[in-house]
């Protein structure tokens, strides 16, 4: 059973950093590229940043140069380092593979930005 737990969300002030971590189990961890997703109010999930199982990264435009994920596959887990987050960052963020298994979305954790 697969099973994906995020975390690390909260409410934070423009400008301010969030570390999220997820926490995956019941999948062979570390071939698999993992990436964080997001979901504002009223908009589709969106691709935030992916690392392969060879750890090189990618990024959406909107998020480069403030967020850095990585992994560790000892702990079976992705982070997402969050800096200079702005309030278009505020959604609900997800982690899953790249691509997703559609059946295997975790409850996500709220980010918020804002003052």
């Known amino acids: 059973q697969v099973q994906l737990v995020e975390s690390g969300g909260g409410l934070v002030q423009p400008g301010g950093s969030l570390r999220l971590s997820c926490a995956a189990s019941?999948?062979?961890?570390?071939?698999?590229?993992m990436g964080w997703y997001r979901q504002a109010p009223g908009k589709q999930r969106e691709l935030v940043a992916v690392i392969t199982s060879g750890e090189s990264t990618k990024y959406a435009d909107s998020v480069k140069g403030r967020f850095t994920i990585s992994r560790d596959n000892a702990k079976n887990t992705v982070y997402l380092q969050m800096n200079s987050l702005k309030p278009e960052d505020t959604a609900v963020y997800y982690c899953?593979?790249?691509?997703?298994?559609?059946?295997?979305w975790g409850q996500g954790t709220q980010v918020t930005v804002s003052s």
């Open positions: 019941g999948i062979m961890f570390r071939i698999y590229a």
């Open positions: 899953n593979r790249d691509p997703v298994w559609e059946d295997y």
